[in-house]
């Protein structure tokens, strides 16, 4: 166990590596020099050619990608481009907003997705089902972004239940969490629901409630211990949509995670933000990633993990 | 009865069976309600929007006039206008051409590259499979929002840049659908009787794999549409998808945002078109799905 989480860890860094690399490769090749763009317009060529001297611009692509890694192993992410503060430090403020938020959306999606499915399951064909399944549908093909404008909207501008922006209490993060929490919820509770569905038709399902076990005994012991794991297979991916949803939705309600700063300085093509943020954000899936398998054979004993 | 007259009546057997079940997936959809709902609603809007032209002009699209600014949905104004006196009707409508289609050409140039990548990883297996596979993972390892936020960064603004960008974050999942699927078939007889028959590798993966995997990559295609939808309309939300003042769904809720407090209708109704899309595009993927393979699940 111990040596295979170990084993797992250090195959992040080619994966890490190589889309940093990537990312670095298309935005340096891309049209469009960042020393002009960080100058004032009526600066001279000189000062414009001093300032890519000073950025490292003239070097080989390779050796800024080496110097870039070399620098942000020692934890230096560099310093923005043109808001000039340093790209570490200002992850270190808003990181945890857009984790918590993310990890708290994730873990409603699953605590209320799957016993909405299995209920959904239980009533097959009845009215729960049909308000369950028809609410699944609904949220799986809505923008978050939207959702959540939508929210904000009803509960903070109409009703002012909530705040409708900022994180200075744990009332500002409900609606994000909600918003952010819809297409995952979605997505577990029809998934629990169809696997149920159909594990609840097998041999040894029958065979329990033959053996006169209650209802919810045959139900919760017997078939959704099978029917979760397609579920757990898939949080990772969940996580990693959310984190992406985060990403966007975090403009609508001005909250100070990665997501807000993210979208300005992709427009203004802010190199060190832009990469370190795809170098945090890949680490923190990938580690998600690890702890959904390693939580797979826990529920799966027959999951051996690492042969 | 001569060589050739049984082989012309072998040919016609062929394509009776042939027929027979692309006749038998076209029932087994048919008799979907939801996805025959879907399709109909789909059908309903491309058409719609498509032949726009025909009857918009595509002048209400991009004139403004302040004065008009604000109007509640009307006889004039179907869906009201926006802050610049802008017919929402005419916005929403034209931007479900580039909504719509940049979904359709994007999830198409990642299945050709899918079924390329995917293709060759699963026919060949070792290292060709690895290199490709290492380099999905590489591909994955990040949100697809991010990943074509980044190409975007780098590529600029504007559409046939933003179809690469979402193509690009597709193609992982397009790759490993196909993989999987050639996979299977590798060992098979008739893969082997094409081989011994002389057949290339293109050939064999053209002609003799590629139909029997269409199932699995039809679905996944369509299953990817939806979600491609909602990608553009987050891009085109964050301000770096279409660039203004064309029209597109996700921007015409980001321009109006400010406005949502008064006149919420700027909001919901662009939002709205994209819930119906997508929901009619996830209808019919759930029924092809159905049709074409009813042992499969979710």
Same mark, same amino acid.
């Given at each position: ?307 | ?24 997936? $076209? ?16 059908? *309903? ?39 610049? @006196? ?41 290292? $060709? ?14 949100? @697809? ?18 179809? *690469? ?5 597709? *193609? ?47 679905? @996944? ?52 078109? *994209? ?24």
């Amino acid at each position: 166990m111990l040596k295979y989480t170990l084993k797992r860890i250090l195959l992040l860094v080619p994966v890490v590596i190589g889309i940093t690399f990537l990312v670095y490769l298309v935005l340096s090749v891309s049209p469009g020099d960042p020393a002009r763009m960080m100058l004032p317009e009526d600066a001279t060529e000189a000062i414009v050619a001093a300032k890519r001297e000073e950025l490292g611009l003239n070097d080989p692509i390779v050796v800024q990608y080496l110097r870039y890694m070399g620098n942000a192993i020692q934890g230096n992410f560099g310093t923005s481009w043109y808001q000039g503060f340093d790209v570490l430090s200002e992850f270190s403020h808003r990181l945890p907003y857009t984790l918590t938020l993310a990890t708290i959306a994730t873990l409603v999606a699953v605590l209320i997705g799957i016993p909405a499915g299995v209920y959904s399951a239980v009533r097959h064909n009845h009215m729960p089902d049909y308000i369950i399944t028809f609410f699944s549908l609904l949220l799986s093909a809505a923008p978050t972004f939207w959702l959540g404008m939508m929210y904000q909207l009803l509960f903070s501008l109409r009703l002012g239940w909530l705040p409708a922006s900022g994180a200075s209490n744990w009332k500002c993060f409900v609606l994000p969490v909600v918003s952010l929490a819809g297409g995952m919820l979605a997505g577990n509770s029809r998934m629990t629901r169809t696997w149920l569905l159909d594990i609840i038709r097998s041999d040894y399902v029958r065979t329990a409630r033959a053996k006169g076990n209650k209802e919810t005994v045959v139900i919760f012991k017997h078939a959704l211990r099978n029917a979760l794991l397609p579920v757990i297979t898939q949080i990772g991916v969940g996580f990693s949509n959310i984190v992406g949803g985060s990403l966007v939705a975090e403009n609508v309600y001005a909250f100070p995670g990665i997501g807000s700063f993210l979208s300005s300085a992709v427009k203004s093509k802010d190199i060190p933000i832009v990469v370190g943020c795809i170098v945090v954000v890949s680490i923190i899936v990938g580690i998600t990633n690890l702890i959904v398998d390693l939580l797979y054979a826990v529920v799966d004993p027959r999951v051996q993990l690492g042969k | 009865m001569n060589a050739e007259t049984n082989a012309a009546s072998l040919r016609k057997e062929g394509k009776k069976r042939k027929k027979g079940q692309i006749h038998m997936i $076209v029932l087994r959809f048919r008799k979907n309600k939801l996805a025959m709902i879907g399709l109909f609603v789909l059908v *309903i809007l491309m058409v719609t929007c498509l032949s726009a032209p025909l009857w918009l002009n595509y002048r209400l699209v991009t004139r403004q006039k302040i004065v008009d600014a604000y109007q509640a949905p009307s006889s004039a104004h179907l869906f009201g206008t926006d802050q610049f @006196g802008r017919d929402l009707f005419a916005r929403i409508i034209y931007g479900g051409q580039i909504s719509l289609f940049a979904g359709l050409i994007t999830v198409f140039i990642a299945f050709l590259l899918g079924v390329a990548l995917g293709g060759a990883a699963g026919y060949f297996g070792g290292t $060709v499979d690895n290199v490709i596979m290492r380099f999905c993972d590489i591909l994955m390892s990040v949100p @697809g929002v991010l990943l074509s936020m980044c190409i975007v960064a780098a590529l600029g603004q504007g559409l046939v840049k933003m179809l *690469i960008a979402l193509s690009v974050a597709q *193609i992982p999942r397009q790759a490993r659908t196909v993989r999987a699927a050639v996979m299977t078939l590798r060992g098979q007889e008739f893969v082997e009787a094409a081989r011994s028959c002389g057949s290339s590798n293109t050939r064999i993966l053209l002609r003799h794999m590629l139909p029997n995997v269409l199932g699995p990559i039809i679905i @996944g295609v369509m299953q990817g549409l939806g979600g491609t939808i909602l990608s553009i309309a987050s891009l085109g939300f964050l301000g770096i998808g279409i660039a203004p003042p064309t029209p597109e769904w996700g921007t015409i809720i980001s321009e109006n945002q400010n406005s949502l407090m008064y006149y919420p209708y700027l909001g919901i109704i662009p939002g709205l078109f *994209i819930v119906v899309a997508v929901l009619s595009l996830n209808f019919i993927g759930d029924g092809l799905r159905d049709a074409l393979d009813p042992k499969q699940k979710n």
